[in-house]
């Protein structure tokens, strides 16, 4: 994945987004891209859409399907991977630990050393979502020492959180190539 230019620089970041079915990943995909609300059916296999802005460097979005008979191949989809987004259904309380379960598989792949990553709390609309602080607790992200990451709330049906999740998706990217920035 991902391309280079005659000097060696990255011309594209490689994002990779994953997550449980249904916990909106195409949904988000599309609102990132500025279009309004579409109706989505189960992603099989994955949808791959470019995202430019003037001064940035451009991102080419991978969306992979989370049903469970398609997880066993997200392993295929890691390798030159920038930065990961994780999306979370924050109406889906029960589904939680199997959440976690795979994010923590993802994140133990050999291609995603060092990988930052971006943790949506998606649905942050649903009156029953589950507040952001809770879901952070209830993850133990602490435990990801080796990765730099971010958590954010957001919605894809509203748009909220979006703006705020691309400008920490574009500081996470910069962070795989050079350290930290800020948690």
């Known amino acids: 994945m991902g391309s280079m230019n005659s000097r060696g620089h990255k011309t594209e970041a490689q994002v990779v987004i994953m997550g449980l079915d249904s916990a909106g ?4 995909l599309y609102r990132l891209k500025g279009y309004q609300l579409v109706e989505t059916v189960p992603t099989v296999g994955f949808n791959v859409e470019p995202l430019e802005a003037l001064g940035h460097i451009p991102l080419v979005l991978w969306d992979i399907g989370g049903q469970t008979q398609l997880r066993a191949s997200w392993k295929d989809y890691l390798e030159g991977t920038d930065v990961l987004v994780y999306v979370l259904d924050s109406t889906d309380e029960a589904r939680l630990p199997e959440a976690v379960a795979e994010l923590m598989k993802v994140l133990s792949n050999p ?3 060092g990988v930052p990553f971006l943790l949506l709390a998606n649905k942050q609309e649903a009156p029953d979502a589950l507040p952001l602080l809770e879901i952070r607790n209830r993850l133990g992200l602490e ?3 080796g990765h730099c990451w971010e958590i954010q709330a957001c919605s894809a049906l509203t748009g909220q959180g979006l703006p705020e999740a691309l400008k920490s998706l574009r500081s996470l990217r910069k962070s795989h190539s050079h ?3 800020s948690m």
Not at 25 to 28: H, N, W
């Open 179 to 181: 350290g930290c920035v």
């Open 111 to 113: 291609n995603m050393v």
């Open 143 to 145: 435990r990801f020492q």
């Open 25 to 28: 990943k195409t949904t988000l």
